[in-house]
Structure formats: structure tokens, C-alpha cells
């Protein structure tokens, strides 16, 4: 195999005397789905404002697409291709739907024509099509986190950070963004996903990294690590240790 | 205790829900469930005084609380944790579960239900002067839970309250319903999660499109063929 | 393609030209000079409020400082014209260049502020260029520069007796002011701009330089704005600190794009319709009272308006609604 | 004939200096009532009513706010000409306003009279429309000089000054002068504090004042100023030996008002005396009159402001015409003297500038609630009373 | 520049600090803690003093008895202005910083507009009072009696509003309107009572300042714009939360006015402030003890 498309290395975030990741290096190989389960609180999020240079690592060094990015601003990181989205949604309120898809296609190419025709498809392929010209103030949670994927997703990004962006569907409605997902990586986009339901993780990741307490606690393929008693019983619960 | 009667709910000009009658009786737990846009949050607003029902009543205890201003209707006895959560994302979590008890500000006993939260909620306890924007996803839920808890409602409202948190931990907020409901508590919980959710509830209504599709008794309802079709995905 | 989309920037670039040209006959047919006068100000102050707009409207950092700019101008101007003979249309570029240079300069600190302490950063600095204009006893300080008015000229450009070219300068003034926003509104900046506004933490993780896009929107509207400034100490041919870089200034130039609609196309500019006009004539009309009058019915209407349409009086026009709703 | 002729009279009328539009209102009303009514006064125009030069007809004033601000003078001046087709204006208090409304009826051939405003450059621009009745600041400065040098002359001692000035037009236009007459003259100034007006304490600057402690105290306030800067002298216990102040403020009702007590001996320069009253008793009929209007007596700039109008009017009158050429040369042709004013001027006659060099300004100290003329010796009443209690 | 100019000078700037404090802390309230604009500040000062000099004029009430009634008067008012004006402002969804400028603004506008028409602009002062005049001098420094009250009461309104803030419910009821108005029904806070009674306490806590100031001071319906700005850079220095911050600021803004008054020429002095502004903020992007 080449070289990983993202690599940590020894990364450590402290907040104060909190310390919300510890030593965590992990790698995410080109075209996988990789993804990162642990408790609340594990430090999923902070790692992901980490690789999308949010803040600053504590100590420890990102590397993407073999060039350490670690001292790059967020912007510039997202020129290289890292496309993220967050848990708590940060929509542009004020403008609609499309215009919000539109800013991500910008950074890519800087005539409008392209960068709307490339919204609009973003827009299509992620089901929100019909709600192009609605202020984003108006959408509902789901959409809303819809919306963030598509943004990000216009960016053309190479790796993909999805920060539970399919909580609060029906089971029938995570099946169809499973799908999304899967035609995501199928279009060569590296995934690395937050998700807490296992009837979304499971089917479709490639790997999971579990981090507990802000550390890595087991890697593997989903359904060794579900089997895992540690990792049952930081995170999963009984109920999951029989049904998984 | 809680009824709602044929309400409709539009924003503006948009019919979300339309005609929702639902009952919750005391001591029970009810599950809404439904597909994305259906109303459900829709529906909570309306109960809360969150949005005000273009026509329709919901009266709880025999009172007619509909028009009734929104912290009024927390004042007498319902608790509603929104999906969005709200909380004060600048002040503690100490100061955050202070503020659910404030209208019992002055009393000797205004701290009571602490108890109850840190039981449930040990987490809350180790976080006390953390900042409740800076706590993590699922931390924060459970915050918003105990800080509805702290106003000592008689009914509990809450809105998908297992978004975003752990598997291990959804289990136990499901119970934890159910010892609140055991506490004295009635719950009206909206839900994706149905097969949990229906678990724990006596009974469950099915919206779809601002409209109630189904309702019946929890059992029945997760045996039907059609919602284990269509929304538990079976 | 989005048709609809395209067809509303075309349709507003045809409203504005139809509007542009209808201004352009009037002066023809209205010849009072206090209308004319009152109409030169419309114009002025919209381009002004228009170019105000673009930093604190569209990339959301409120300024309330802009008289700085607007002073800088002027001043150039000014100075350049009786101390060297530099002719205004150079005092025009100088001074828009300039003011371009020190906005980008002052934003440099001040845009990692936020919120209010942004906005009183402006004010504050906004004030300490008053107040060192004011005691620069080279640039006149209190007393001011008087520029030397000797007749009709479109070099020097100066008509003591004629309100027609200024009001041919505002309008085109006006219409640079409105075409840049049109202009910018649907290209790379613009978008950024308003990511900026609504949340600079996700416009960051979209690629977007926020730093960057601040200081452009600053260059740009300080630009404008000077050369509103100059266009207005040749209109006045007097300026002293007060009156060109007062507190009050930069209020007025937030004031129509905020009653109007902030951060729309159309807002400034029918907030200043509107504004302008209803400012000189309750201060011509019942000003001389000495009774306050015209205060009580000028404040009272800023109240309602901006009570009653909170979004801006361009709601009003529903077919610009959507437009407001961008 | 014309049966009606149209004066603007433009002044702040709102914002932190309308009180001096307010006052001015009442003056122009005073004089009005002077000029169409019939009242048997020695002053140009009052006997019979309106102006017998053109048929009887009525002056009928139309007031203008201009809010201190510049490009608002001027756009009022262009509509009390075009609009409102007054023949004349008046004006400004503000001088910075005086320079484009004086511009602005250059331009339309209007004839202006800047009846209060007194920095010393406006009449030096040049314009031939422009008209100024009373003194300026250097005529003012130098008087306060000369009565330097002649209390000097008495064996006071008199070689250090304190300037205190404000950063307006008014006050910078005044300190200018008054250095320079203090450099020609031999005076030292000791400190010369320019300080900004309306300021919320003056504390720091009174403390440099009082370690100065120089022999005469010269302020150029407004009346807000002032107040502040006399009580907050009395909070920091300076007591100059004299205080001599270039009018403004210390003219000002307001401030005796507020700390009259505190100010006994001090001396402002001016236009007008009540004194004069002993002489020419009309001087009392008319404050009297004023008083009933204002609440107030005749100030240096309400005084200034009603000769303004009389002299305008009585040119009007001669013009024969409401012409503005016609009106601008009666004006040049102006003689009115000393004794048909209400002032203690020895005339009224423009110098080629449209100054008229003849209005003597007077000093007065106000002594036991009120202000006696103490300087020219000609004019004077009483000896000046130095140092102050 | 002799060491009693000095000495002087600091002492005269830290009670004009004090004041300035004190005027600023009502602003705090309203702008720092509960993030509404009042840009008729100034007006709602000018107001107090007004109300103190109309007690003494017809009333012959001394302006020290007056302090608690105008504060009174002051509270209502500025309930009533909230419930009028403000709450209204505060709903917008839109630009609601913009509308609360400016709707304020207009009151600014309107309220100068009342004065004049009701009171004339005549320049009105208090012309005496149990504390007018009286100054105190130890070693040489002068200390005017009618500050060293200001002090006081600014010392005490502080340590009041301090505890207020931070030991009671309202306070916190206060604050947690502040994050997220549409949130505290959700604890059964009624956010206009809330708001109500926290600009009704910022207007009472200018009463108290306008009282005082109106010993010393002189009346007239612009005379609130020397103050405003002042009081805006001071709850900005201080940091927007925290009323300890407006203290602090105030007393900053008191001794570097009066030591720039003494270095730069003083016209320049408000420079001074406006310096340690900046500076201070582009050190620390929340003010000294900011929160927000
Ligand atoms: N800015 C901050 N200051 C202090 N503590 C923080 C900060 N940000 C995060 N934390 C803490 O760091 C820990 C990790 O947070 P993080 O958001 O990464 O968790 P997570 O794994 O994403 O959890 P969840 O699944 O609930 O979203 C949490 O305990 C959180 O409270
Ligand atoms: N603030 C709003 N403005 C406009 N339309 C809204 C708003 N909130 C909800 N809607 C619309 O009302 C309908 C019902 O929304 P609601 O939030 O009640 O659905 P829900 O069942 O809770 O969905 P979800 O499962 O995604 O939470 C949706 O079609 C939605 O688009
Ligand atoms: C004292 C006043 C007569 C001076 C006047 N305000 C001016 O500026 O000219
Ligand atoms: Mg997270
Ligand atoms: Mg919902």
C-alpha cells in the first residue's frame, strides 16, 4: 500500500487539565471508510477540529497526503482537501441553502457559473435538491446536517471528516445515507465518520478506531472490535455485546 | 393529563402539523415517532408555548395551555428538552442545572432533584464548572436533561433525546425514563430509535406529514408489520 | 442552470440602469437648488451607505468608524488641492487610495476582535483621527481649509453656482457604489463575505481566508467611502474635522443600509431615499422653531422604522424579498 | 412695491449650542418689533412702522437651523434664497458655519451680515457680500491689551498670562490672536492649554493652570465650558489674580447663574455695556423689552445680534430695493453713529473688507451681580477692581 | 511639572474614575451583561440630571436627597423604555445588534428633542447644594466633596451590583438571558421581567450617577454625548460581563485621562483613552476581565 492519505502522530490536546487526546496516532489509507467510535467524550470531535486545524495540537504532528499540515490554518488545509463537518452545526444562516454549497465549491474554482453548477449537483446527490433556495435558518436538524456534508462535499475534498451527520434518522432513512456515504468513497473520497449508532457503523466502515478517555483503545475491522469486552464495556453497553 | 386537541401548527403559511390530537396519561410514558419533517418536534413546540397552534387546544391537568406563554407552561409543570438542547453555552454546568430550579429560587429544597441527576447523569457531577458549550456532544444532553429535571415537571418532554449519544449510554437514558417515569414523572418522548424506545413506553403515535398515521399501545404498534417496515427497518 | 437566479441579477443590473437614468433627467425638470441640493445628499449618502455596507453588511464587522475614511478623503483632497495645486481628481484616487491602505492597516489588530469590542475599536479610532485632524495645525485643525472657489471648472472641479455636476458626480458615484455590490454580490468575495458574517469558524473549514476576506471588504469600502469624501469637501468647498469626521458621520453612513436593509443590494440606497429627504426637511421645516421638534419627529421615525421592519424597509417590496433573503 | 421684505437668520437650533439660536431668536424678534412697529427710539428705522424707503413695508424674518454643521448652513442658506427669497441673511454664531453660508450668498449676490461671529480671517477671504458690524477677536484681544498695558502703566503687575482655550474655531482663532498681542506687547505667556470643549472634567487642566499661577487667567469658552472650568477652579482652590476672558461663556446668563459667586471681579470683554443705559436711556427700554421676551438681559452676543438686524434693515431701507447688488452697495455706503446704536461703537461703517473697524469693544467686570464697563476710559464707569476678591 | 501637579492630577483623574465607573456600570449592565445596545446612554444621564435639578428647582430638594428618588424614577424609566422600545428591538431575527443601535438611536435623538422642547436648551445648574462647592484638602491635594461622594456611592453601588450579580438567581437569571433569550423559558424564566428589571437597574444606576453629577455639573439636552463614548470604552475595557471590569475600566479611563492631560496637550487627553483601549484589546480580545 502507498502511503496514508492521514496520519497522527503522537497527537495530544489538553484543555487546562483536561486532557481530551492522548498520544493518539492513527492512519486512514486512501478510499477507506474508517470509523471513529468511543465514548462521549472521548476526544472524537476534538481529534477532528485537530486534523482540520481548528486548533493547534497540544504536541504531536498531522501528516496528510505525506506533507505535514500541522502548522497550516484551516483554510489552507481545506485547499489540500480535508472537507469536514461539524457535530454542532454551523450552517450560514442568513443565506440559502445553495449559497451555502456554493461558498464550499469556491474554493475550488472562482467563477461562479462552475461553482454554482457544482452546488447544484452537490445539492442533488445529497437529496437536497428541492431545498436549494431555502434560507439554511429554515431547515430542520437533519437537513441542516445534510446541508453541512454537502458543503464540505463541494469542496472536492480527499478525505472527508463526518461528524454525526447521520444521527436523528429513522433506520430507514440511515439506510439511504448509508448509501450516500458509500457513493461518497465510490467518487475516490477517503472517510473518516463519528457515529454512534452501530446499525450505521457496522455495515459500512472498513476499519473502526475506538478512543476512550482520549486515547486509542482498539482498531480493527467492525466486528472484531465490536466484539472487544473493552471496548463493550466503555462504550457499547451489554445490550450491544449480544446483539452486535 | 396532557391532551392535545386537533392542532394545527404552521410556519409561516406552512402547515407542519395539522390536526394532531395526541393524550398522554399520567404515570405514562409515550413514544412519537415518525420520518424527518413528519412534525414531531413540531408537535413538542406546540405543547411547550414554543409556537403558538394556529388552531386547536392542548390542555394539561384540565387547564387550557395553548396561548399560554412559554414560561408560564414550564412554570406549571412541563419540562421540554428541545432537540437543539439550548442550553447556556457560556455559563457552567453548575450554573446551568442552578437555573433549572429557579423557580424555586429561595426555597430550602430548590437543589432536591440533584440527586436524582447526578444518579443519573454521574458525568454532570465530575463537569460541574466546565462550560456547557465546551462539553461534548453527548455530555451536553444529558445536561439538557437535568436541567429540565431541576424544574420539577410532571411531564417531561423530550425531544430525540438519544441523538449523538453512545450505545452504552442510550440504554441508559431509556432507563433512566424509565426511573424518572417511576419517579413520578410522565414522559412524552419523540424518538427515531423506535425498537428501544418502544421498550420502555406504554404507548406510541406514528406521525407522519403533520399527520397522526398510527397510534396504539407500545406493543402493538412495534409488532405492526408496516412501522417495522417502514421505520424500523426490518 | 439556475435561470431564475441569472434572470434576477440580470433583472436587478436593468432596474438600476432604468432608475439610474430616470435620476439623470430629473435636475432637468426640478430646478430648485435646495431639492436639487437635498437630491445631490440622496445620492451621496446612499453611496456612501452602500459602500458601508459592503464591510459591515456583507462581511458582518460593523464599523462605526467610516467618518475616518470619509475625513481621509476629504482631507486629501483638500490638502492636496491648496497646498500643492494637486488637482482633485488625483485628491480623489490619493485620498481613496489612502484610506484603502489605512483601513487594511487598522484592520490588521482589529479584525481579530469581535462583536462589540470591534465596534468600538472603530469608534475609538474613528475619534483619535478627529481629534489629531483637529489640533494639526498644518491641515488646518479647527479652522479648517477653505477651498478657493474661483469660478466654473471641471478641472478643478468646482461650480459655485450650478448643483448639476455634483448631482451628475453623486449619481455616478452612486451607481459605481451599487455596480461594485452588484458586481461583488455574486463573485468569490461576496460569497465569502457573507460566510464570513454568518459564521467564520465553518467559512474557515470551507477554504475560506477569513482574515483575508475581512481585509478586502475593508479596502473596498474605505475606498468608496473617501472618495465620497472628497467628492463632498469639493461639493462644500469647506470642511473642518467636525463636520467631515464626526461620531455622527459615520452613524448617518450605517443609518440607511441598516433602516433600508443591511447587507442587501437595494437596502442602502432606499434607506437613503427615504432618510435623506425626511432629514433636511425636518430640519428646514421645523428646525427653526428652536423647539426640538424636528428632533422628536426625525428620532421618532428612526424608532418605528427600525422597530417596525426590522429587516429593513426592502421588505416592503416583496418582489425583493427573496432578494433580502439571499 | 415689495409690502414685505424677507431676512433669513440662520443659527444652531438644536444640538449643544441651539440655547445661543434660541437667544438669538428672541434679539432678532426684539429688533423686528423695533423695526415694524413705531417706537420713539433714536435708532435707525423705529420710529413709524416698517421701512419707509420701500412704502411701509414689513420685515418678516424666517429662521433656519443649521446644527453647527457647515454643509447644513449652507444648504439652509440656498433655501432661504431660493425658496424662501430673503434678501439678506444673518448669522451664524458658529464661525466655521459662517464661512459657507458667507460663500453661499457670495454666490447668489446676497448680502450677509455676520452679526456674532468674530474670528478674525472671515472678512479677510475677500467677499464682497460679507458684512461684519461688531468686532472680531483681535479687535478684542488688543483691547484686553491695551488695558494690560495701561493697568500697568498704574503700577500693577502684570507680566504672565495663562491661556485656556478650547479646540473650536472660537477658542484657537482666539488664542492665536492673543499670542501674537502677547508677543508684540511683552507679555509672557506661562501656559497656554488648548483643551478639547464639552469635556466631561477639566480637572487636569485647571491643576496646570494653578501651578502656572500666572498673573492674569485668559479663557476662551463657550458656557459650558466655562461653568466646569470655574467650579472645578474652586474645587482645586486656584484663585487668579484676575480673570480676563474673551466673552463667549462669560457673557453667558447661564454662567452667572450657575457660579455668579465665584466670579466676582472677573472681566470679559464685549460689545455692549448696560452702563450705557446711564447715558443713552433708551439702551434700558430696550434690554427691557428683550427681558420680556428672554427672561434675560442684552448679552455681548444678543446685543451684536440685534444690531445686526437694525443695520441690515437700515440699509435695506436706504437700498430702496430688495436687490441684493443694490442692498450690498447701500451697505458699503452705511453711516450710522455710534450714539443711534445700542452699543458703546463709535460708528458703523465698513472698510473695504465689510469690517467695520469702528466698533469699539469694551471691557466689563462684574462686580455685586452685575457687569460694570471698566475699559475704554472713555466708556468707563468704574476703576477695574484688581486683583479679583 | 511639579510632584503636587501630579499627585494632583492622579487624585482629581482616579475620582473622575470613579464617576466615570459609575456612569459606565449602568452601561454594563445593559450592554456588557445582558448584550443589548443603548446608544441613548447618554440621554438617559441627561434625563437624571434633569430630574435632579428640576427636585432642587421646584422642590428645593437637595440633589443628595434626590439620589435615591431619581434612582427610582430612573428604574422605571428604564423598565418602561425596555418594555416601549427595547423588546421589540431585541426580537428581531434579523441584524438584531443593528436594530437595537439604532432604535435606541432614535430614542437618543428623540429624547434631546423632548428635552428642548420641555426644558429649553438653556444650560441649567444646580446653584447649591448641601455638597456643592465644598472641597477638601489634605497636604496640599484638593479633593472636592461632591466627588468623593460620587466615589462612595460608586464604591458601594459596585460592591452592590457585584453581589447582586453574581450571589443571586436574578443574576444568573440575567446572564443566562443574555446566551440564549428564547432558552430561559425552558427554566420558566420570563426573559421580559428579566430584561425589564435589568435595564430598569442600569437606568436606576445611572440616576445615581446623574444625581450626583448634577452638583457639579452643568444641564442642558446634549449633555449626555461628553459621557456616552466615555462610558462605552470603559464597559469595553472593562471586559462585556463583568461588572468588577467597569470598575476597573472606569478608574483606568479616570488616571489615563489625567495623566495624557498632562503629557500630550490636553485637547489630545480622550487620545490617552482611546489608546489604552486599543491596546488593551488587541492584547486581550475580551477586554481586562471580560467574559464574552
Ligand atoms: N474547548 C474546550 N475546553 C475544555 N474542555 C473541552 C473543550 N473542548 C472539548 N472539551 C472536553 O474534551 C472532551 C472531549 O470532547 P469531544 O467533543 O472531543 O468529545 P467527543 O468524543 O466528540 O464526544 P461526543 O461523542 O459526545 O461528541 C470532553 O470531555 C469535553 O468536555
Ligand atoms: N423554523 C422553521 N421554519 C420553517 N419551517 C420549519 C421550521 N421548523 C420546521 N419546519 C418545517 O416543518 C415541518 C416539520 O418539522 P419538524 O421539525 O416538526 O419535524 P420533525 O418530525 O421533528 O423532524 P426531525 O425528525 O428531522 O426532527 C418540516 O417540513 C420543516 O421543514
Ligand atoms: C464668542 C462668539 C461670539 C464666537 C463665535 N462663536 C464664533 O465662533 O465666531
Ligand atoms: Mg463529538
Ligand atoms: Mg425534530
Known amino acids: 500500500m502507498t502511503t496514508p492519505l492521514l496520519e497522527t502522530r503522537g497527537v495530544w490536546q489538553r484543555f487546562g487539565g483536561l486532557i481530551a487526546n492522548s498520544d493518539v496516532s492513527i492512519s486512514v489509507g486512501r478510499g477507506e471508510i474508517v470509523g471513529l467510535i468511543g465514548p462521549n467524550g472521548a476526544g472524537k470531535s476534538t481529534l477532528f477540529n485537530l486534523i482540520a486545524g481548528v486548533l493547534p495540537p497540544t504536541q504531536g504532528s498531522i501528516i496528510f497526503d505525506g506533507q505535514d499540515v500541522t502548522a497550516l490554518p484551516a483554510a489552507e488545509r481545506c485547499q489540500r482537501g480535508i472537507g469536514r463537518t461539524f457535530q454542532v452545526v454551523k450552517s450560514f444562516e442568513t443565506m440559502t441553502v445553495i449559497d451555502n454549497v456554493i461558498v464550499g465549491a469556491l474554493v475550488r474554482t472562482t467563477v461562479m457559473r462552475d461553482a454554482r453548477r457544482k452546488a447544484h449537483e452537490v445539492l442533488e446527490f445529497c437529496g437536497l435538491g428541492p431545498r436549494a433556495n431555502v434560507l439554511a435558518s429554515d431547515l430542520v436538524p437533519s437537513e441542516k446536517r445534510r446541508l453541512e456534508v454537502a458543503r464540505a462535499l463541494a469542496t472536492e475534498p480527499k478525505l472527508l471528516l463526518l461528524d454525526e451527520v447521520l444521527t436523528g434518522l429513522t433506520p430507514v432513512e440511515a439506510k439511504t445515507g448509508v448509501e450516500l456515504v458509500r457513493k461518497v468513497r465510490d467518487t475516490g473520497v477517503t472517510v473518516l465518520m463519528v457515529e454512534h449508532v452501530m446499525e450505521i457503523v457496522m455495515p459500512l466502515v472498513d476499519r473502526a478506531i475506538v478512543l476512550d478517555l482520549g486515547k486509542v483503545l482498539v482498531e480493527g475491522k467492525p466486528t472484531d472490535v465490536v466484539r472487544d469486552p473493552k471496548v463493550i464495556t466503555a462504550y457499547l453497553g451489554d445490550r450491544h455485546a449480544v446483539g452486535a | 393529563m396532557l391532551s392535545v386537541h386537533e392542532v394545527t401548527t404552521a410556519y409561516q403559511g406552512l402547515v407542519a402539523i ?19 419533517g413528519a412534525g414531531k418536534s413540531t408537535l413538542l413546540k406546540s405543547i411547550a408555548g414554543a409556537e403558538r397552534p394556529r388552531s386547536g387546544t392542548v390542555s394539561f391537568d384540565g387547564t387550557r395551555i395553548d396561548g399560554m406563554a412559554q414560561h408560564i407552561i414550564t412554570s406549571r409543570g412541563i419540562a421540554y428538552v428541545p432537540e437543539n438542547r439550548r442550553l447556556f453555552p457560556r455559563l457552567s454546568v453548575r450554573d446551568n442545572l442552578r437555573l433549572g430550579s429557579y423557580l424555586y429560587r429561595g426555597e430550602a429544597d430548590r437543589e432536591a432533584p440533584l440527586d436524582l441527576v447526578f444518579k443519573l447523569f454521574p458525568r454532570l457531577q465530575e463537569r460541574l464548572e466546565q462550560r ?85 399501545s407500545a406493543a402493538e404498534i412495534s409488532v405492526n408489520p408496516d412501522v417495522r417496515k417502514a421505520y424500523l427497518g426490518l | 442552470m439556475d435561470t431564475a437566479f441569472a434572470e434576477r441579477r440580470r433583472r436587478d443590473l436593468v432596474v438600476a440602469c432604468v432608475l439610474a437614468a430616470i435620476a439623470a433627467v430629473v435636475p432637468l425638470f426640478v430646478k430648485d437648488v435646495y431639492v436639487q441640493n437635498m437630491m445631490v445628499l440622496t445620492l451621496m449618502w446612499g453611496a456612501l451607505s452602500q459602500s458601508w455596507n459592503i464591510l459591515s453588511g456583507y462581511c458582518g464587522q460593523i464599523s462605526l468608524g467610516h467618518a475616518l475614511y470619509f475625513g481621509l478623503g476629504a482631507y486629501t483632497t483638500a490638502l492636496l488641492f491648496t497646498k500643492f495645486g494637486v488637482l482633485p481628481w488625483f485628491g480623489m484616487l490619493g485620498g481613496g487610495v489612502i484610506s484603502a491602505l489605512i483601513a487594511m492597516a487598522l484592520g490588521y489588530p482589529c479584525f481579530r476582535l469581535r462583536g462589540h469590542y470591534f465596534v468600538i475599536a472603530t469608534i475609538v479610532i474613528a475619534e483619535i483621527g478627529l481629534l489629531l485632524f483637529h489640533n494639526w495645525d498644518w491641515a488646518g485643525a479647527a479652522m479648517g481649509i477653505e477651498i478657493p472657489v474661483r469660478g466654473d471648472s471641471w478641472l478643478k472641479f468646482q461650480f459655485p453656482r450650478s448643483k448639476l455636476p455634483y448631482f451628475y458626480f453623486a449619481l455616478a458615484l452612486a451607481c459605481v457604489a451599487w455596480f461594485v455590490t452588484w458586481w461583488l454580490e455574486n463573485s468569490k468575495w461576496g460569497f465569502w463575505w457573507r460566510a464570513v458574517k454568518d459564521n467564520p469558524e465553518a467559512a474557515e473549514s470551507l477554504g475560506v481566508v477569513v482574515f483575508n476576506s475581512k481585509m478586502g471588504a475593508a479596502a473596498v469600502s474605505a475606498f468608496l467611502v473617501a472618495v465620497g469624501g472628497s467628492f463632498y469637501a469639493q461639493f462644500v468647498s469647506y470642511i473642518d474635522p467636525e463636520s467631515i469626521m464626526g461620531f455622527q458621520l459615520s452613524l448617518l453612513m450605517a443609518l440607511p443600509a441598516v433602516l433600508g436593509g443591511i447587507g442587501t443590494l437595494w437596502g442602502p440606497m432606499l434607506g437613503a431615499v427615504i432618510l435623506i429627504p425626511l432629514t433636511e426637511l425636518t430640519r428646514s421645516y421645523m428646525g427653526g422653531s428652536g423647539r426640538g421638534v424636528d428632533l422628536i419627529v426625525y428620532g421618532g421615525l428612526i424608532i418605528a422604522i427600525s422597530l417596525a421592519r426590522p429587516q429593513g424597509l426592502i421588505g416592503l417590496f416583496s418582489f425583493k424579498r427573496k432578494e433580502a433573503a439571499r | 412695491q415689495t409690502s414685505e421684505v424677507v431676512i433669513g437668520v440662520i443659527y444652531p437650533f438644536s444640538g449643544a449650542s441651539a440655547q445661543m439660536g434660541v437667544d438669538a431668536q428672541k434679539s432678532y424678534e426684539t429688533a423686528l418689533d423695533i423695526i415694524n412697529k413705531n417706537h420713539d427710539f433714536d435708532l435707525p428705522l423705529a420710529k413709524g412702522e416698517g421701512l419707509p424707503g420701500l412704502g411701509g413695508a414689513k420685515i418678516r424674518l424666517v429662521f433656519a437651523d443649521h446644527q453647527a454643521d457647515p454643509q447644513k448652513g449652507r444648504a439652509e442658506t440656498e433655501r432661504l434664497i431660493t425658496q424662501e427669497k430673503v434678501c439678506a441673511v444673518i448669522g451664524t454664531y458658529q464661525s466655521s458655519v459662517a464661512v459657507t453660508v458667507s460663500q453661499v450668498c457670495e454666490r447668489y449676490q446676497i448680502p450677509f451680515i455676520s452679526a456674532d461671529n468674530s474670528s478674525p480671517s472671515l472678512h479677510k477671504r475677500g467677499l464682497k457680500f460679507y458684512f461684519r458690524a461688531a468686532p472680531h477677536d483681535e479687535m478684542f484681544s488688543a483691547a484686553m491689551f491695551n488695558f494690560f498695558d495701561a493697568m500697568k502703566k498704574k503700577g500693577t503687575k502684570i507680566d504672565t498670562l495663562s491661556l485656556f482655550h478650547e479646540d473650536t474655531i472660537f477658542g484657537t482663532d482666539s488664542a492665536n490672536t492673543q499670542i501674537k498681542l502677547a508677543g508684540d506687547r511683552g507679555y509672557k505667556i506661562v501656559t497656554d492649554i488648548k483643551y478639547r470643549s464639552n469635556s466631561p472634567s477639566l480637572s487636569a487642566e485647571v491643576q496646570q493652570l494653578k501651578t502656572a499661577n500666572a498673573d492674569v487667567l485668559m479663557p476662551s469658552s463657550y458656557t459650558t465650558d466655562g461653568i466646569l472650568l470655574v467650579k472645578t477652579m474652586a474645587e482645586l482652590g486656584y484663585k487668579p489674580n484676575a480673570i480676563v476672558a474673551q466673552n463667549a461663556g462669560f457673557s453667558e446668563k447661564a454662567l452667572y447663574d450657575a457660579v455668579g459667586d465665584k466670579l466676582e471681579g472677573v472681566i470679559s470683554r464685549g460689545s455692549f455695556s448696560l452702563d450705557l443705559a446711564a447715558k443713552r436711556p433708551m439702551v434700558g427700554k430696550i434690554n427691557a423689552m428683550f427681558k420680556e421676551k428672554s427672561g434675560k438681559d442684552f448679552n455681548d452676543l444678543t446685543s451684536r445680534q440685534f444690531m445686526g438686524l437694525l443695520v441690515m434693515a437700515e440699509a435695506i431701507n436706504r437700498a430702496k430695493s430688495t436687490d441684493g447688488e443694490k442692498i450690498r452697495e447701500a451697505l458699503v455706503a452705511t453711516d450710522i453713529p455710534g450714539e ?27 462686580i455685586g451681580g452685575k457687569f460694570v464697563t471698566i475699559f475704554p476710559p472713555q466708556a468707563a464707569i468704574a476703576e477695574a477692581v484688581w486683583p479679583m476678591k | 511639572m511639579t510632584a503636587e501637579t501630579i499627585i494632583q492630577s492622579l487624585a482629581s483623574g482616579l475620582l473622575m474614575g470613579l464617576l466615570y465607573g459609575l456612569i459606565a456600570v449602568g452601561l454594563a449592565l445593559i450592554f456588557g451583561l445582558m448584550d443589548v445596545v443603548n446608544f441613548a446612554h447618554g440621554e438617559f444621564l441627561m434625563i437624571a440630571m434633569y430630574a435632579t435639578f428640576f427636585l432642587f428647582a421646584f422642590f428645593a430638594i437637595d440633589p443628595l436627597l434626590s439620589v435615591p428618588l431619581v434612582a427610582a424614577a430612573l428604574f422605571v424609566f428604564g423598565a418602561v423604555v425596555y418594555l416601549l422600545i427595547v423588546r421589540f428591538a431585541v426580537r428581531a431575527k434579523a441584524n438584531a445588534g443593528m436594530v437595537q443601535i439604532f432604535s435606541t438611536f432614535g430614542l437618543a435623538i428623540v429624547m434631546r428633542g423632548l428635552a428642548q422642547y420641555f426644558f429649553t436648551p438653556d444650560y441649567r445648574s444646580v446653584t447649591h447644594s448641601w455638597l456643592g462647592g465644598k472641597t477638601v484638602s489634605v497636604a496640599g491635594i484638593f479633593l472636592p466633596v461632591p466627588q468623593l461622594v460620587g466615589a462612595l456611592v460608586a464604591i458601594t453601588a459596585f460592591g452592590a451590583l457585584y453581589l447582586f450579580i453574581n450571589r443571586t438567581d436574578f443574576g444568573r437569571a440575567l446572564e443566562a438571558t443574555r446566551e440564549d433569550a428564547g432558552a430561559v423559558a425552558l427554566v420558566g424564566i420570563d426573559k421580559n421581567k428579566v430584561f425589564a428589571l435589568g435595564w430598569g437597574l442600569g437606568a436606576a444606576l445611572v440616576g445615581l450617577s446623574g444625581a450626583i453629577m448634577a452638583i457639579f455639573f452643568y444641564i442642558y439636552p446634549d449633555v449626555g454625548a461628553s459621557f456616552a463614548l466615555i462610558a462605552y470604552v470603559t464597559v469595553a475595557l472593562g471586559g462585556f460581563g463583568s461588572v468588577f471590569g467597569a470598575f476597573a475600566g472606569g478608574i483606568i479611563v479616570g488616571l489615563v485621562e489625567a495623566t495624557t492631560a498632562l503629557l500630550l496637550p490636553p485637547s489630545l487627553k480622550a487620545v490617552g483613552i482611546y489608546a489604552v483601549y486599543l491596546l488593551v484589546v488587541f492584547i486581550r480580545p475580551r477586554g481586562l476581565f471580560g467574559s464574552m
Open chain 2, 18 to 36: 395539522s390536526a394532531v390530537s395526541i393524550q398522554v396519561a399520567k404515570g405514562e410514558i409515550v413514544c412519537v415517532a415518525g420520518a424527518n
Open chain 2, 132 to 216: 456547557a458549550e465546551t462539553l461534548s456532544g453527548g455530555e451536553q444532553q444529558m445536561l439538557a436533561i437535568g436541567r429540565a429535571l431541576m424544574t420539577r415537571p410532571r411531564l417531561l418532554m423530550l425531544d430525540e433525546p438519544s441523538q449523538g449519544i453512545m450505545p452504552k449510554l442510550v440504554d441508559e437514558i431509556f432507563q433512566a425514563v424509565k426511573r424518572i417515569r417511576d419517579a413520578g414523572m410522565t414522559v412524552l418522548i419523540v424518538e427515531q430509535r423506535m425498537s428501544e424506545c418502544l421498550e420502555i413506553a406504554d404507548r406510541a403515535y406514528i406521525l407522519q406529514t403533520g399527520r397522526v398515521l398510527m397510534q396504539g
Open chain 4, 340 to 366: 443711534q446704536t445700542i452699543m458703546p461703537w463709535k460708528r458703523v461703517k465698513f472698510d473695504e473688507l465689510g469690517q467695520n473697524n469702528d466698533a469699539d469693544p469694551v471691557l466689563l467686570q462684574y
